[in-house]
């Protein structure tokens, strides 16, 4: 049986039913299940589910009809922040100076501290690694340390507060009552930090240094910025909320797709001895394509709306109807995404890895070049391959990230 033909022997009553046969068939094979539903039912009354790239793009791109889901989950533990203020003076106001304070010109110096630091932590005689431990959420930590200048009282704290942040506010689709509250607890100690971490900086007008948070503490202590202290505490932990977790999962993910496949991956290491970045980036971007950061998020109709108006799959939509927009179906939409079962380089703005339209990531452009960055630091391992070369050998431990990410390496080796 199809998904279709099992889903629909469901009665119209079975939420809870459709729900779990919805995601279990998501877990097995989201691209065949995608697939299948672009192909005959291109919305899914469940939720209702939105798979064609037309359509996905369609519902990121009216922010202020659907907006994001974020705000319960955001307003107990960080405050009023960007994130979950669409269109609002907050948003357009912070965003506006946050874009303006991770400067273009600090991305070659990024790039090169992120592989510098892989590098580093990747340097051991053992002939297995473990990417999630020992790398992918390193590197984002210490660029959030070092080059936006957010520093925490140690490490174990500040995986900790980007985990159950992120945990909550993004993937907590049940609304789990314990993520929410270990989302607080964790906020609640990251602002205590950072208020005593922001007093030691004062007087901010001179605060040194060429960092992100220095430029802020700058910018703040002028009246013309409009910020005051929670302002700022809010703004330099959205620094850490974002950065880590989305950025290790990319790692893994992208380097888990590239190993997977001996051509693409001899390809790859080729790309990656080369001084220009240029082919090893695009084929990151196409195998995260495979694996996504995420396959679909979640938007609320704030007003009745229509989704694929005009279409012959029109479908109205209540106020406050929850609406998932499948952002892994749309990136294999053939019609946006020609020949979508085959790996080939394809420009970087079709992706939606960083989101669309108003949601694009904040700090979209340092994740490009963190991310293939580390993950050209790995691929140049000699002898670098998958433990378990018949399957996934990413561990999520039934969690939302990638927990443990084990591969192998021959030290002994040298790349020609």
């Known amino acids: 049986m199809t998904f279709l033909q099992e889903y629909d022997a469901f009665g119209p009553e079975d939420s809870l039913g459709k729900a779990g046969l919805f995601f279990k068939h998501l877990r097995m094979d989201w691209r ?74 600090d991305l070659p110096t990024i790039r090169s501290f992120a592989g510098r630091t892989a590098t580093a932590a990747l340097a051991t005689p ?17 660029v959030v340390e070092q080059c936006f200048g957010f520093y925490g009282p140690d490490d174990a704290a500040m995986l900790r507060w980007s985990w159950a942040t992120q945990a909550d506010m993004f993937h907590n689709l049940t609304s789990d009552a314990g993520l929410l509250a270990a989302n607080i607890a964790a906020d609640s100690e990251m602002r205590t930090w950072l208020r005593c971490f922001l007093a030691r900086r004062q007087p901010w007008a001179l605060a040194s240094g060429d960092d992100t948070v220095s430029r802020l503490l700058r910018l703040a202590a002028s009246d013309a910025a409009g910020l005051n202290l929670e302002g700022v505490v809010s703004n330099v932990a959205g620094l850490l909320v974002g950065a880590i977790e989305t950025t290790s999962q990319a790692i893994v993910n992208a380097t888990e797709q590239i190993l997977l496949r001996p051509n693409v991956k001899a390809a790859a290491i080729a790309a990656a001895l080369s001084e220009d970045t240029s082919a090893f980036d695009a084929i990151v971007w196409e195998a995260l394509r495979f694996n996504p950061m995420t396959t679909f ?33 749309a990136m294999f939409d053939p019609a946006i995404f020609p020949e979508p079962d085959d790996f080939k380089a394809r420009p970087r703005t079709d992706y939606l890895h960083m989101g669309f339209g ?56 040298v790349h020609g």
């Open 32 to 105: 065949g299940l995608f697939t299948e539903l672009r192909d005959s039912r291109p919305i899914l009354d469940l939720s209702p589910f939105v798979v064609g790239c037309a359509d996905v793009t369609a519902v990121l791109a009216r922010p202020s009809v659907f907006q994001v889901t974020y705000r319960p989950h955001m307003d107990p533990s960080v405050g009023p922040f960007i994130l979950g203020r669409d269109n609002t003076k907050l948003d357009w106001h912070d965003k506006s100076l946050m874009r303006a304070l991770l400067r273009w010109e």
């Open 126 to 142: 053992d002939k297995e690694i473990d990417v999630v431990r020992r790398v992918s959420r390193l590197v984002p930590l210490r």
């Open 297 to 329: 998020v979640l938007r609320i109709a704030t007003e009745p709306s229509v989704l694929a108006p005009g279409s012959d799959h029109e479908t109205p939509v209540a106020s406050g109807r929850v609406v998932a927009a499948a952002i892994g179906s």
């Open 358 to 413: 108003h949601h694009e990531c904040l700090g979209q452009y340092v994740g490009y070049t963190m991310i293939p960055e580390t993950v050209r630091q790995i691929l140049l391992l000699p002898g670098v391959h998958l433990l378990d070369g018949n399957g996934s050998a990413v561990d999520n431990a039934n969690g939302p990230f990638a927990e443990r990410f084990i591969i192998g390496y021959s030290p002994e080796q």
